[in-house]
């Protein structure tokens, strides 16, 4: 299923052969000339190297637009539609986002030839880190305290939209089993509806994996998150889809862009989710203590903060959040792997070094210094 000819971020700090293929120019215009608002004339300016879908930047008339295309066994025009609604709403209550432009139909994703579409507007800033591959540590402490504070703002702006739950697992964050009182039943639970992961455990012992490595953390904080208030949050709040006001270290976020994987879970485990992002340089491990950036993190606390204060019980939380946040989206990467793109090496990789290895590490002398930070962050 690789295409070699375009490469993308690979799961170490390579490229590899991206599972689908790049945007052509017949297909872009095809595409483009069900919207009214774009012209016919398109050039292909960059294309992305996020894996997991197939993205360009295209000139048409004079204007740029973002394309964007997925597979439609990960996406279809329903749950495109659930993002796009929940950006509209972030915009109408003044928050910046990319607009997504609306087709012939009046809808905002376009089906064609076995594919699904969308388009976005420009982003409003400059995409500063757009070549590193998620979880690249941030640039600057200044970059950090804004990335927190810009997080806070989506968080007060997404307050009152009330959408029920994304209608898929593929390639979303979602905090189900990480909520759940017995995550092992609700996962179980969760099988008629995803055959694929269903098959992919059948061959793993992941009852006595979640019992020995995953459940003990999540046990610990499980009460003080199952009533956790629901909202919407964007979910991978990385440097790479934030835009910034200039090139230098001192940049502030202008917009958020790449809704792909927001879900209604809560605000602070979206917070956890961005220290987890941005503060730890995950495809360097080996380095120990050198790749933890501690004080990232509490220049993300402290952003936060400045909009929304936290309270130590809340810092505690966060903190303990970090070892099981990545449950569900780790378990919806294994099932894209094996299920959709029939790549049974990066499905085990996402398993054993994802998520069980991610909860593993929080156990180490450096994620405890993490850790205990971002308790004692002022």
């Known amino acids: 299923m690789s295409h070699p000819e375009h490469l993308v971020h690979g799961l170490d700090s390579s490229r590899m ?137 989506l968080h007060e702006a997404a307050q009152g939209y009330a959408a029920a739950q994304r209608d898929t697992h593929l390639l979303v964050t979602r905090d189900d089993l990480v909520r759940a009182a017995d995550p092992i039943h609700a996962l179980r639970a969760q099988f008629p509806q995803r055959p694929g992961l269903a098959q992919y455990l059948g061959r793993r012992n992941w009852e006595r994996d979640f019992e020995r490595i995953l459940l003990p953390p999540q046990q610990r904080i499980q009460a003080r998150i199952a009533e956790a208030p629901r909202l919407w949050t964007h979910n991978d709040w990385h440097a790479s889809n934030l835009a910034w006001s200039s090139e230098g270290d001192k940049a502030t976020v202008r917009s958020a862009f790449d809704f792909g994987l927001a879900s209604p879970t809560f605000a602070l485990f979206d917070l956890a989710t961005a220290i987890e992002r941005n503060a730890v340089a995950w495809l360097e491990l080996e380095r120990g203590a050198a790749a933890v950036h501690a004080d990232t993190a509490v220049a993300l606390l402290g952003g936060y903060a400045e909009v929304r204060p936290l309270s130590a019980a809340d810092l505690d939380l966060v903190a303990g959040l970090l070892p099981v946040l990545h449950i569900d989206f780790a378990l919806s990467e294994v099932e894209y792997f094996h299920a959709v793109t029939g790549t049974p090496a990066h499905a085990d990789l996402a398993y054993d070094s994802f998520l069980l290895g991610h909860a593993k590490w929080f156990d180490t002398a450096p994620a405890r210094h993490l850790l205990d930070a971002i308790r004692n962050a002022k």
């Open 17 to 153: 052969p991206a599972d689908w293929p790049a945007l052509r120019p017949d297909e872009t215009r095809a595409v483009l000339a069900r919207y009214p608002d774009v012209a016919h004339d398109v050039e292909l300016l960059w294309h992305s190297p996020r894996p997991l879908s197939a993205a360009a930047l295209v000139e048409a008339g004079g204007a740029r637009w973002f394309l964007k295309r997925h597979a439609l066994e990960v996406r279809n025009a329903a749950t495109l539609g659930e993002e796009h609604r929940f950006m509209r709403h972030l915009q109408r209550h003044g928050y910046s986002v990319p607009m997504v432009l609306h087709n012939r139909d009046g809808g905002t994703a376009t089906v064609h030839e076995g594919w699904v579409y969308e388009v976005h507007t420009p982003l409003q800033g400059i995409d500063l880190y757009r070549e590193l591959v998620s979880w690249s540590p941030l640039c600057s402490l200044a970059h950090a305290r804004s990335a927190g504070a810009a997080l806070a703002r």
